[in-house]
């Protein structure tokens, strides 16, 4: 299974960004995809999943973001509305395929500027 996010950039505070990530692997649809984000000098922070059409949310995000898939193309999004400065890291998607809740797949991520 291979990952690949893109959609990043820099942005001004309360503007949106979509990321998008784009999943190799037969069985797609079967799996629970995840976003995580890492700042600079902070641990990787988990910022939300779906699940067929079950999503849940960081509390940190919730609210301003927002997940979604699309199976025909293989690819899950992260929609990003409100955005704020301490939004800013690098944001990767990972894949649990076995719904074990352990996501043993990840991307290489995609950076997300958010200037005040």
């Known amino acids: 299974v291979q990952l690949q996010a893109s959609g990043g950039g820099m942005v001004q505070a309360g503007e949106s960004l979509r990321l998008s990530c784009v999943v190799s692997?037969?069985?797609?649809?079967?799996?629970?995809m995840g976003w995580f984000r890492q700042a600079p000098g902070k641990e990787r922070e988990f910022v939300g999943s779906?699940?067929?059409?079950?999503?849940k949310m960081a509390e940190s995000v919730k609210g301003r973001f927002t997940i979604s898939r699309d199976t025909a193309k293989h690819t899950v999004y992260l929609h990003m509305n409100s955005l704020k400065p301490e939004d800013t890291a690098v944001y990767h998607c990972?894949?649990?395929?076995?719904?074990?809740?352990?996501?043993?797949?990840r991307g290489q991520g995609t950076l997300v500027t958010v200037s005040s």
């Open positions: 990972a894949a649990d395929v076995a719904r074990s809740g352990s996501y043993t797949y």
């Open positions: 692997g037969r069985t797609f649809g079967s799996y629970v």
């Open positions: 779906i699940y067929v059409n079950s999503v």
